[in-house]
């Protein structure tokens, strides 16, 4: 395994704690006295003569191995209770994005009623758009027939005007001078 020190020691920690249970805790403890007191088995006499021979530098191991034990077992704990923390954060975090994700379905729901009402509002409008260009167009239509029909009567006027000035010179009828 290569990486920082921190990160193996990390990575070490993960396994540790993914693995230690109760029982490992116990049989952990019971090995820190280094199977002291001597049971009573063959030989038991010799092996206690043995340590106390050794124990002068035994005793110290023993304290250690307790310490590491009381480490380990303060390890696990810490972690727990991190878990226990992370875990109450997510579910901390899971609830404020429930209640955004209603809140965000209301203003969904809200949106989607406004849009309805101006999507009635612009077929209401595009009917009355859509009536407006056929009146506009039957206005259109009876303009131009007006239209056709003044420079048709513009068109008589003006043959009659001209008839009109033609037999008038030719037959010298009353004067439409004003009379004093």
């Known amino acids: ?44 006499g010799l092996k206690r003569v043995v340590v106390r021979l050794c124990w002068v530098f035994l005793h110290r191991q023993v304290e250690y191995n307790h310490e590491v034990a009381k480490s380990v077992e303060r390890v696990v704990a810490e972690e727990s209770e991190a878990r226990a923390t992370t875990v109450d954060e997510l579910r901390g975090q899971i609830e404020q994005l429930k209640s955004s994700a209603v809140r965000h379905d209301e203003m969904l729901g809200v949106l ?17 758009l859509s009536n407006e260009q056929v009146r506009s167009g039957v206005l259109e239509g009876q303009a131009a027939d007006l239209s056709r029909s ?31």
């Open 1 to 44: 395994m290569s990486g920082s020190p921190s990160c193996q020691g990390y990575c070490v920690r993960y396994r540790m704690t993914r693995q230690i249970s109760p029982e490992w805790l116990r049989e952990l403890e019971e090995l820190a006295d280094l199977g002291l007191p001597v049971p009573p088995t063959r030989f038991r």
């Open 112 to 128: 989607l009623n406004e849009l309805g009402a101006l999507r009635d509002e612009v077929v209401r409008v595009a009917q009355g």
């Open 150 to 180: 003044l420079l048709e009567l513009e068109q008589r006027v003006a043959v009659l005007a001209e008839r009109f000035a033609h037999t008038g010179a030719t037959s010298q009828g009353p004067s439409s001078e004003p009379r004093d």
